[in-house]
């Protein structure tokens, strides 16, 4: 069955402290891998898309980076606005079909 | 700002009401998605739209009805809701299969 789950749940940073969020996958036929933020109240924004293992991304403080069976976004230096919902996403055979994972809630303090 | 736009924000509507979420894009997407989110859960997708037509219907209740008038815009039509159909409701385009799906903000739906 195919699955996706993120780990931690949920994380607190003190800002500056740089860490990584982990989406593990069990997907066949992966066709791309989304990273998406939510802010409460608001839809998810496209933050990364990755195909293939070995790939990387970035963008200002996130780096994406994809393996056979998981991605990580590592945060370098975090702050306080970059707390959010950080949802990542599977695309499964030729479906335009997207499985989401439950999420990291990110909580960066002053 | 979302270049995805969904109205009403909120509605608040009872179970033998007859209601309509609009989505719009500017983007010139082909494809067009709705989802729900029920509080601190990932969305679901309901529906796919590839070129005006429903290609993905993810065995949801009859009392929602999608429509896609044209490539640009995206209705779902609401009849005889249950209070567990209470979510966000969520619009999506993407470029095509494969690409990136965009979000809109949502419509806070609640069942009374």
């Known amino acids: 069955e195919d699955q996706v789950t993120q780990s931690p749940e949920a994380l607190r940073l003190q800002e500056g402290e740089s860490s990584s969020l982990n989406c593990s996958y069990t997907?066949?036929?992966?066709?791309?891998l989304f990273w998406y933020r939510q802010d409460p109240g608001k839809g998810p924004e496209f933050l990364f898309t990755?195909?293939?293992a070995g790939e990387e991304k970035e963008k200002e403080r996130l780096k994406a980076t994809l393996t056979k069976k998981e991605s990580f976004l590592h945060i370098t230096a975090p702050k306080p606005e970059d707390s959010a919902t950080y949802l990542c996403?599977?695309?499964?055979?030729?479906?335009?079909?997207?499985?989401f994972g439950t999420g990291t809630r990110l909580q960066v303090f002053p | 700002d979302t270049e995805v736009t969904q109205t009403p924000k909120h509605l608040v509507m009872g179970m033998t009401n007859k209601k309509s979420l609009k989505c719009e894009q500017h983007?010139?997407?082909?494809?067009m998605y709705w989802y729900k989110q029920k509080a601190k859960k990932p969305p679901e997708l309901m529906f796919v739209?590839?070129?005006?037509?429903?290609?993905i219907n993810e065995s949801v209740p009859s009392r929602f009805s999608p429509e896609c008038p044209n490539s640009s815009l995206l209705n779902l039509h609401l009849h005889a809701l249950q209070p567990e159909d209470s979510a966000l409701y969520l619009c999506?385009?993407?470029?095509?299969?494969?690409?990136?799906?965009?979000f809109g903000d949502g419509t806070r739906l609640s069942i009374l």
């Open positions: 999506a385009s993407s470029a095509g299969t494969g690409e990136p799906q965009h």
């Open positions: 997907v066949s036929g992966l066709r791309g």
């Open positions: 990755l195909y293939s």
């Open positions: 996403a599977v695309r499964r055979g030729v479906t335009d079909k997207l499985i």
């Open positions: 983007m010139g997407h082909r494809a």
């Open positions: 739209y590839s070129y005006e037509k429903l290609s």
